[in-house]
């Protein structure tokens, strides 16, 4: 499914904040629409078409990095649980 045909079934606003996006080229920019995955590999199955929309490409960057820090946060909080349990607290 393309940005356009996204753009015609779900309208011109970002999945995420809601805020229209910019159509327009250059397609870079901050505000520009990109095609977020929702049903992402962390969930194990396959990527389906309706699981596709549209948001900015700062909204789609950051929620990679919050999700990849929130990932690094809970390996951290993982690895000192099993430290703690290793040293017999
Ligand atoms: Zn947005």
């Known amino acids: 499914m393309s940005v356009k045909a996204l753009r015609a079934t779900f309208g011109p606003q970002c999945h ?3 805020l229209p996006m910019d159509f327009d080229p250059p397609t870079d920019r901050p505000e520009s629409a990109t095609i977020e995955h929702l049903n992402d590999a962390t ?17 789609n ?23 703690a349990v290793a040293a017999g607290k």
């Not at 969930?43 to 909204?59: E, F, I, P």
């Not at 929130?70 to 951290?76: M, P």
């Open 43 to 59: 969930l194990g199955s396959v990527r389906k078409q309706s699981h596709r929309r549209l948001a900015h490409a700062a909204c």
């Open 16 to 18: 995420w904040c809601g």
């Open 61 to 83: 960057r950051a929620r990679n990095e919050f999700r990849l820090q929130a990932e690094r946060q809970f390996r951290a909080w993982i690895d000192e649980r099993v430290a």
